[in-house]
């Protein structure tokens, strides 16, 4: 058994019952084939949350200062995680995420870029619809519902796929792909509070 699904397993057991998860619309995530699974973030448990509740294997983009020590940088790789240095172009980050969906595999973005201190869905990075322009990827909405507070109940919720079939045809900036990955993650969000 890999180390990531060791601790997708572990932390299963210890988060779902702990913040009684609701897990809905997992159907709604291909089974094959490129994914591209965008969810709003609110707290520092988004990514294994987002990671246990998903059938598939998520590799996620993580802040640099992650990856500072040897130590835990071989930990966090090993966790399907790779660095992306904020507030620039990170051509290796770039590089390493079109490659996981040109294999592929499930990219996890989180487009905000940063956690949101309202809960509210803020405005993503044009850097989410670079990626779905370019990987012709299966884009899933997720939404993050509730707070992390012990025995409160917290629901993550995954939409429809994202029609993006017009806006690649007609090339669509990525700033407008963006918007329209935010805007099914905030009727998400609110179809189901």
């Known amino acids: 058994m890999s180390l990531y699904r060791f601790a997708k397993w572990v932390v299963k057991i210890i988060l779902m019952p702990l913040y009684r998860v609701q897990v809905i ?32 294997d998520i590799s996620f ?24 240095k904020r507030g620039m172009k990170d051509r290796d980050a770039l590089r390493n995420a079109l490659n996981i969906l040109s294999e592929g595999r499930t990219l ?31 884009v899933i909405p997720c939404a993050i519902i509730g707070e ?22 007609n090339k669509a900036k990525a700033s407008e792909v963006t918007d329209t990955i935010m805007e099914n993650i905030k009727e998400l969000k609110k179809n189901n509070e």
Not at 148 to 169: C, F, H, N, S, T
């Open 148 to 169: 992390y507070k012990i025995g409160k109940k917290l629901k993550i919720v995954y939409g429809k796929p994202i029609d993006l079939q017009e806006m690649r045809q």
């Open 108 to 138: 996890g973005l989180f487009p905000e870029g940063t956690r949101s201190k309202t809960g509210e869905v803020g405005k993503g990075l044009s850097g989410i619809g670079f990626f779905a322009l370019r990987s012709q990827a299966t």
């Open 25 to 56: 619309g997992t159907e709604n995530i291909p089974k094959e084939g490129p994914v591209i699974i965008c969810s709003n973030h609110i707290s520092n448990f988004d990514p294994p949350m987002v990671g246990i509740t998903s059938p598939r």
């Open 61 to 84: 983009m993580a802040k640099e200062e992650l990856f500072s020590k040897k130590w835990s940088a071989k930990l966090f790789h090993k966790l399907n995680a790779f660095p992306i």
